[in-house]
């Protein structure tokens, strides 16, 4: 085999793998979990009010 030919056959496997990577982020099955992942940021900044607001009624 040359060079030529491992390059092509590298090529093809890190498409296959792109396109598995593609297909797994954008399927139906994983919006869940991909949508309460993003919404941790959020949830941090209740628990932050919430000790903040207790932190002012103590005072």
Do not use: H, P, Y
């Not at 590298?10 to 869940?32: E, H, I, L, Q």
């Amino acid at each position: 085999m040359d060079f030529g030919t491992v390059g092509s056959i590298f090529t093809v496997v890190v498409f296959v793998c792109f396109a598995g990577v593609v297909w797994w982020a954008f399927s139906k099955r994983n919006k869940d979990s991909f949508d309460e992942a993003a919404n941790l940021v959020f949830d941090d900044e209740k628990e932050q009010q919430t000790t903040e607001k207790k932190r002012e009624s103590s005072k």
